[in-house]
């Protein structure tokens, strides 16, 4: 049995870590939030389906096997939720008064490494789930720091996948396009 292709992406990788990951941290960090009002349980909503959407954005975009267009459109959407994301990691750390580490925070070179390790395609079991799974870290600030990490790295490798699959489509076309091609090549050899 072969997995789908989008397992086998990066940026899938590190949107189902983000996803399983987000889902834990608004148990253990909002949960309470729930019970408060309903403009704070829309975060908590917010911040799932954002998460999910990434996830799922990418899953679609990479499986539509027919439109480079549609491919980009739902990358650019799966971008556009983890953006959203971040800025709810950023909005949690600033209405609590924790700080948002910078890039050289020694941290942050750990948030990468235990990124990169767990999304690694040796980390993918035959069934296309991920073998070794991460908790969090029981720490509000470096929780909500880690998953931002997260979620600016996978921003720069979805611009980057956006990126390869425009620079495709400018040189081998659309789908509509080609299938003009074909259409036109039969109609030339029909006379």
Same mark, same amino acid.
């Given at each position: 049995?072969?997995?789908?292709?989008?397992?086998?992406?990066?940026?899938?990788?590190?949107?189902?870590?983000?996803?399983?990951?987000?889902?834990?941290?608004? #148990? *253990?960090? +909002? !949960?309470? %939030?729930?019970? &408060?009002?309903?403009? $704070?349980?829309?975060?908590?909503?917010?911040?799932?389906? =954002?998460?999910?959407?990434?996830?799922?954005?990418?899953?679609?975009?990479?499986?539509?096997?027919?439109?480079?267009?549609?491919?980009?459109?739902?990358?650019?959407?799966?971008?556009?939720?983890?953006?959203?994301?971040?800025?709810?990691?950023?909005?949690?750390?600033?209405?609590?008064?924790?700080?948002?580490?910078?890039?050289?925070?020694?941290?942050?070179?750990?948030?990468?490494?235990?990124?990169?390790?767990?999304?690694? #395609? *040796?980390? +993918? !079991?035959? %069934?296309?789930? &991920?073998?070794?799974? $991460?908790?969090?870290?029981?720490?509000?600030?470096?929780? =909500?720091?880690?998953?931002?990490?997260?979620?600016?790295?996978?921003?720069?490798?979805?611009?980057?996948?956006?990126?390869?699959?425009?620079?495709?489509?400018?040189?081998?076309?659309?789908?509509?396009?080609?299938?003009?091609?074909?259409?036109?090549?039969?109609?030339?050899?029909?006379?």
């Amino acid at each position: 049995m072969s997995l789908p292709k989008y397992k086998y992406l990066l940026t899938y990788r590190y949107a189902e870590i983000i996803h399983d990951l987000t889902v834990e941290f608004c #148990l *253990r960090y +909002l !949960s309470d %939030l729930r019970n &408060l009002s309903i403009p $704070l349980c829309r975060t908590v909503e917010q911040m799932t389906q =954002a998460a999910r959407s990434g996830k799922q954005n990418i899953a679609e975009g990479v499986s539509q096997q027919t439109s480079l267009k549609g491919q980009i459109r739902l990358l650019g959407i799966a971008q556009a939720s983890i953006e959203e994301l971040l800025a709810d990691y950023e909005d949690f750390l600033r209405q609590r008064n924790l700080p948002i580490y910078q890039k050289n925070h020694p941290k942050i070179t750990l948030f990468r490494q235990t990124g990169f390790h767990l999304s690694d #395609l *040796r980390n +993918l !079991s035959n %069934l296309g789930s &991920l073998i070794e799974k $991460l908790r969090l870290l029981e720490n509000p600030e470096d929780d =909500a720091n880690f998953l931002l990490t997260l979620c600016h790295q996978l921003s720069y490798l979805l611009s980057r996948q956006i990126k390869a699959t425009e620079e495709k489509f400018i040189k081998e076309g659309g789908y509509s396009e080609n299938l003009f091609k074909k259409r036109v090549r039969a109609i030339k050899r029909i006379k």
